[in-house]
């Protein structure tokens, strides 16, 4: 009919002027040929790359990967179309170096995207290899990471672009829970392209160079007028603290490089793998005097939960995940005597450590990765409740926080919970309760769990009573000290059975290595099911 399909015509003809037939050809010549092109196409052009103050494609897996491990595949692929700015331009590899290499040993695949070649653009050949790396990560039972630089779907490849973006999103899914995905933002990240750092399990981006948007600031300003720069917009930071659509946020290419490999180390390579153990140190029975002077008595005294994790994690090292978004709570990866845990905290350090819409998305979601990837949660609680007020509810703060609750109440992995101070209402039960399937609670003796505190307790229950007294301040005061003797003494829960121990602060870490142990080998079955209805 004369019409080219959507994204250009298939190529019958090879460009011209290229001889290959073998007649008086040697071994040696051809292999010296094959070198040289091999050569060429992996040297790529670093220049133009370095003067965008990013590193090459290449250059960035040298520093992912372990020494000599990568092992690529589809070099020589390039896409077979022609067409406007297309059939001009057929560079080797399609823009992106796809393959497989190890981190300190252990196999993960990568694709890293080459913003020299079509700006990074994803076309047809460039989708097949990622989807090539994406399906052998999931046969292979390993991580996938993919460092993204690229303008989006290549403008000339039309619906083709958008059909291959669709395969890496639906390959995404399916992988999800079976292996760790980590998406790296090292430039633009823009449109549709987004979704895919999106639908994976950690995004890491860098400051200055990444962005990251559906649509960027010239769409916007058409349709809104509002003018706003790229970092504005999607830089590294509003990422991090703002959207909490990036997790790491790193201050250059070699320490997010670097901080991957660290959060890789951490992870088991999919879900039928336990977490890489290291060499406990006899944790089970180590005291730790500072847990008993970084928690103060008062129950609104802040202090940085974040001492008492370094404190409870083995060589005081822990690895934040979402750390500048919603710290109110934090959650990080550490080890206790070798084992690798989850920790989820409450920050009172941050608006007092309550709970609110974005504390509940961060932890559910890192809950739910542990529970998928077979790491045990250790849940540090003190929390004042929920946050009050319109803004929280009509934003969804029921709909946010029953995201947590579900995440807690369908973890089958080992949990612990150790309630440091104030654990009250509905914040109680959902910092992993005994209620909701906590396997070990542990309690310090400052713990309070109640429905509320004293205070707001009394003003409620006496509400009248108080009304009545002329100076109602000594009756509330009688009444306070009443109920913080009944309810507030801290072997209330534990003589429930909702506590298994009252344990002393300094014994915490010992505690909890005594306890992963204990739980090792715990086994939960569920009723089979297509998967329950998470509240999105
Ligand atoms: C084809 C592209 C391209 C694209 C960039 N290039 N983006 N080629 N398709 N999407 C090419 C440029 O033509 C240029 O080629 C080279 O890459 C470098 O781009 P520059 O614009 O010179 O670089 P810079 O100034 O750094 O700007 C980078 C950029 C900008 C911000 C990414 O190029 C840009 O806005 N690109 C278009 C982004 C976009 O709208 N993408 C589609 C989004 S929609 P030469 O030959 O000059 O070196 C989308 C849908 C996905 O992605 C849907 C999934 C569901």
């Excluded at 331009?89 to 190890?102: F, I, K, L, Q």
């Excluded at 005294?301 to 690895?319: G, L, M, T």
């Excluded at 350090?349 to 309550?354: D, E, R, Y």
């Excluded at 009509?394 to 995440?407: E, Q, S």
Aim: hydrophobic letters at 40%.
């Amino acid at each position: 009919t004369g019409r080219a399909p959507a994204g250009g015509r298939q190529r019958s003809v090879r460009e011209p002027g290229r001889d290959f037939s073998r007649a008086g050809r040697t071994m040696a010549g051809l292999r010296e040929e094959r070198d040289a092109e091999r050569a060429k196409i992996i040297e790529g052009k670093p220049e133009r790359q370095h003067k965008l103050g990013k590193l090459t494609a290449r250059e960035r897996l040298d520093l992912l990967l372990d020494e000599d491990s990568f092992t690529e595949v589809e070099l020589y692929r390039r896409h077979q179309l022609s067409g406007p700015k297309l059939g001009d331009n057929r560079p080797y590899t399609d823009g992106v170096v796809a393959g497989s290499g190890t981190i300190d040993g252990r196999r993960v695949f990568v694709y890293s995207q080459d913003f020299t070649l079509f700006g990074g653009s994803l076309g047809q050949a460039h989708a097949a290899k990622i989807h090539k790396v994406m399906d052998l990560a999931l046969a292979t039972g390993s991580p996938l990471i993919g460092l993204n630089d690229s303008g989006g779907a290549r403008i000339q490849e039309g619906v083709e672009a958008l059909h291959g973006y669709g395969g890496i999103f639906r390959r995404h899914a399916a992988a999800s829970g079976v292996i760790p995905q980590i998406s790296v933002i090292l430039g633009p990240c823009a449109g549709g392209a987004a979704y895919s750092p999106a639908l994976a399990d950690f995004t890491f981006m860098v400051r200055d160079t990444a962005r990251m948007y559906l649509t960027g600031p010239d769409v916007v300003e058409v349709v809104s007028g509002e003018r706003v720069s790229h970092d504005e917009l999607g830089g590294a930071d509003v990422h991090g603290e703002l959207s909490g659509s990036a997790a790491v946020v790193c201050d250059d290419e070699q320490s997010c490089l670097a901080d991957v490999r660290y959060l890789v180390s951490m992870l088991p390579r999919n879900n039928l793998e336990p977490a890489p153990r290291t060499v406990g140190s006899g944790a089970g029975s180590e005291v730790r005097p500072r847990l008993a002077e970084i928690v103060p008595v008062e129950p609104n005294q802040p202090y940085d939960i974040r001492k008492v994790i370094a404190e409870v994690v083995d060589d005081e090292d822990f690895f934040e995940i979402h750390e500048l978004w919603a710290r109110n709570v934090v959650c990080a990866f550490g080890r206790v005597d070798g084992e690798v845990v989850g920790v989820v905290g409450n920050q009172p350090m941050v608006l007092a450590g309550v709970l609110d819409r974005e504390a509940s998305q961060k932890a559910a979601r890192f809950v739910r990765f542990c529970d998928a990837f077979n790491i045990p949660l250790l849940t540090l609680v003190d929390v004042p409740g929920f946050l009050p007020g319109t803004e929280q509810e009509h934003n969804g703060v029921i709909r946010h926080g029953a995201k947590l609750l579900y995440a807690y109440c369908e973890a089958t992995v080992p949990r612990i919970q150790v309630v440091l101070r104030k654990a009250y209402g509905g914040a109680y039960i959902v910092m992993d309760s005994r209620s909701i399937g906590c396997d070990l609670s542990l309690a310090w003796p400052t713990n309070e769990i109640a429905v509320l505190g004293a205070e707001g307790a009394v003003n409620v229950l006496f509400r009248k009573e108080l009304a009545a007294e002329e100076d109602p301040e000594p009756l509330r005061q009688e009444l306070i000290g009443a109920y913080t003797e009944e309810f507030l003494d801290p072997a209330y829960a534990a003589e429930r059975g909702l506590v298994d121990d009252v344990i002393d602060p300094v014994d915490t870490r010992a505690a909890i290595a005594r306890g992963l142990a204990m739980l090792r080998d715990k086994r939960t079955e569920r009723p089979r099911r297509k998967h329950g209805n998470v509240p999105l």
